[in-house]
């Protein structure tokens, strides 16, 4: 009797994966639910045993070939059932109770087979110890690429910012044949609309997701060490296949599970784990958390490469409109890996509904150079469907905090005076800035404009005149009477007139420079008013 074993030992292989791991196209295979993830205990020939064991695989030899068959559960077996069964796409229910898991391969020797038998149960059995030590020894892409010879599928593995950790030798090929060049942007652009892929972040059982742009269904199963979704095994199904066999699950779900016990150990690091410490303290700035400067130093001493260099922080905040929130949790950390990818050096976190980014430039950047730089992000922006403040350009990277607060400002401010924007600097908004701060801390808005303004108005009010807006021009103008008389459509004699009555109305001295600042400061508060 031909009786195979290993050790003694129950076998970590079900009929779903050795026949997978056996079969060709021609070959015929019926396995009934639950009977492709029964564990084989071992391989013996069929000689007409009343009662076959659950958990043994039966070798069968026929005329035509051979026919391998296994019982879930302890159960008689006829010649009848046996005849039938060898028959390719039967669909007789006078076998289907007694055999739950059949393979009809085409090779007639029976030694041949066996032997295929025995070596791909021996190789499976083997690579699997291979990748347990390959995950014991940290070495992730060493356990990926021994999967890659079990699964014999192209697949890849995305983390949580849709960063590809792994991918197999063809699957770019296989992307760009459909898609191009662009491919993997056109993918994620995908992705962040849509709604059903971010609602499958938080399933625990394997799925299949299908992508419309790549014109590709996929079998998924998402790494989430105690509930926390880190990464997604994502395996292609071949054109001719709707589904995956069910061995070639099965190993992905293997896979999947040293994976998870691997970002649990720390020994596989995905993206959002392996941020180093300057990526925390941004992380901590952003939340409005305190942080020593000497910390922020000593962390963009070790991240970035070039101490001759300068800084600036934006704000970037979803544009928002309708249903905009339900796709943030996975849209904010793509935007964050693409701003890293765009412009290499930078560094940027999510946080809440926001996004701190710190970008760098040369210390001695051209005006050209700073308007390729905004373009380029302004573009970035639109398609992105982002709005962004900037701070000032700054030398000492321990202002980070202060600089984050003035991105923030800028993109509040510049929201609210022009909404149809995308990017807003804080150098555009300082005085408007300034002014809102006034506001927000003033009891009494009317008690803060300087008493000539409404001395001048009240005297408009009754004798029709424009002392009010002279003297609004004026001071905009810097005190230039040439540009103030032309932007009030006026002859110099005229301005000089004016400005004659209205120091003689109301005692302001228009050279002293401190009077003129506070006469400024109260126009832009009275036409925000």
């Not at 958990?55 to 051979?66: R, S, T």
């Not at 609309?193 to 998924?220: G, I, L, R």
């Not at 000539?452 to 005190?479: C, N, P, W």
Request: charged share 25%.
């Amino acid at each position: 009797m031909l009786q195979y074993v290993a050790e003694g030992k129950t076998l970590n292989i079900t009929a779903g994966i050795l026949f997978f791991l056996l079969s060709n196209k021609d070959d015929a295979q019926h396995i009934l639910h639950g009977a492709d993830r029964f564990e084989l205990l071992r391989l013996q020939k069929y000689e007409g045993q009343k009662q076959t064991e659950a958990g043994v695989l039966y070798l069968y030899p026929e005329k035509m070939g051979a026919l391998l068959f296994v019982c879930s559960k302890r159960c008689a077996v006829s010649e009848e059932s046996l005849k039938m069964l060898s028959l390719p796409g039967t669909k007789e229910a006078g076998w289907m109770n007694t055999v739950s898991a059949a393979w009809i391969p085409k090779q007639k020797d029976i030694s041949v087979l066996t032997e295929r038998i025995f070596l791909a149960w021996n190789q499976f059995l083997q690579t699997q110890n291979e990748i347990l030590e390959k995950a014991q020894g940290e070495d992730a892409k060493g356990v990926l690429d021994l999967a890659a010879r079990l699964l014999k599928r192209q697949f890849a593995l995305v983390d949580r910012d849709m960063f590809v950790m792994f991918e197999t030798e063809g699957i770019a090929r296989e992307l760009r044949a459909k898609l191009g060049e662009g491919f993997s942007d056109e993918i994620v652009d995908e992705l962040i609309m849509s709604k059903d892929f971010h609602d499958v972040a938080t399933s625990e059982a394997p799925f299949y997701y299908y992508m419309e742009s790549a014109d590709q269904n996929c079998y998924c199963v998402n790494i989430s060490p105690d509930g926390i979704y880190n990464a997604r095994l994502v395996v292609h199904v071949n054109a001719d296949e709707s589904t995956l066999p069910s061995g070639a699950e099965q190993i992905a779900n293997l896979l999947a599970g040293v994976l998870t016990q691997m970002v649990r150990n720390q020994t596989l690091k995905t993206y959002s784990n392996e941020n180093e410490l300057l990526h925390q303290l941004c992380g901590l700035i952003a939340e409005g958390e305190a942080v020593d400067p000497e910390e922020i130093r000593k962390a963009a001493a070790a991240f970035f490469r070039s101490a001759s260099q300068t800084y600036q922080v934006f704000c970037l905040e979803p544009y928002k409109t309708s249903g905009w929130e339900t796709q943030m949790e996975t849209t904010l950390p793509v935007t964050v890996r693409k701003l890293e990818q765009e412009w290499p050096g930078s560094c940027a976190v999510a946080v809440g509904q926001q996004i701190l980014w710190l970008a760098t430039r040369p210390a001695s950047v051209t005006a050209d150079e700073r308007y390729a730089f905004y373009q380029q992000l302004l573009l970035f922006l639109r398609e992105t469907v982002f709005r962004a403040g900037a701070s000032s350009a700054f030398a000492e990277i321990a202002q980070l905090s202060d600089a984050f607060d003035q991105a923030k400002a800028a993109l509040r401010t510049g929201y609210k005076k022009n909404p149809s924007y995308w990017f807003y600097r804080f150098d555009d908004y300082r005085l408007d800035y300034m002014i809102d701060l006034i506001r927000e801390t003033s009891a009494g808005g009317e008690l803060l404009l300087h008493p000539a303004i409404k001395m001048l108005t009240d005297y408009d009010k009754t004798h029709d005149s424009q002392l009010t807006e002279t003297l609004r021009v004026f001071s905009e103008k810097g005190q230039n009477v040439t540009q103030a008389a032309d932007a009030l459509f006026v002859h110099r004699t005229t301005l000089f007139r004016r400005l004659q009555q209205i120091r003689e109305m109301t005692g302001i001295h228009l050279e002293d420079q401190k009077e003129m600042l506070a006469l400024q400061l109260s126009f832009y508060l009275l036409q925000e008013h």
